[in-house]
């Protein structure tokens, strides 16, 4: 069992910057791929960010492509999503989650992952 507490989160301006951070503790987080994903009001869950155990290889969707990094330090057990030129379309809560996989594997779907976090509320204004 993996347990993941998301930080960062707050009110940026369109075009500014935000780092979000995800602490994981209760396992060996070098076991677990890693993703981000974002909920908008009365929108599903979706995927922003994916990291595989090494953070060798990383997966995002069109969307944020370009604008936000995914990143793991597997020594302070943590995995970050790093988000630049910020639009209103990014507006929502922001999870961490976390799946026990093979070493080489990251996953972009909101069933492939097993553990959450609370979420972290991003407001981008205009």
């Known amino acids: 069992q993996v347990q993941l507490v998301e930080s960062g989160g707050g009110v940026a301006q369109a075009g500014a910057s935000l780092r979000l951070s995800c602490a994981a503790s209760g396992s060996i987080f070098s076991l677990y791929a890693m993703g981000w994903f974002r909920q908008a009001p009365g929108k599903d869950r979706e995927f922003v960010g994916g990291?595989?155990?090494?953070?060798?290889?990383?997966q995002y969707p069109e969307a944020v492509k370009g604008r936000f990094t995914i990143s793991r330090d597997n020594a302070k057990n943590r995995v970050y999503l790093q988000m630049n030129s910020l639009i209103p379309e990014d507006t929502a809560v922001y999870y961490c989650a976390a799946r026990q996989t093979s070493p080489s594997a990251l996953h972009t779907g909101v069933d492939e992952y097993a553990y959450w976090g609370q979420g972290t509320q991003v407001t981008v204004s205009s």
């Open positions: 990291i595989n155990r090494s953070g060798g290889s990383t």
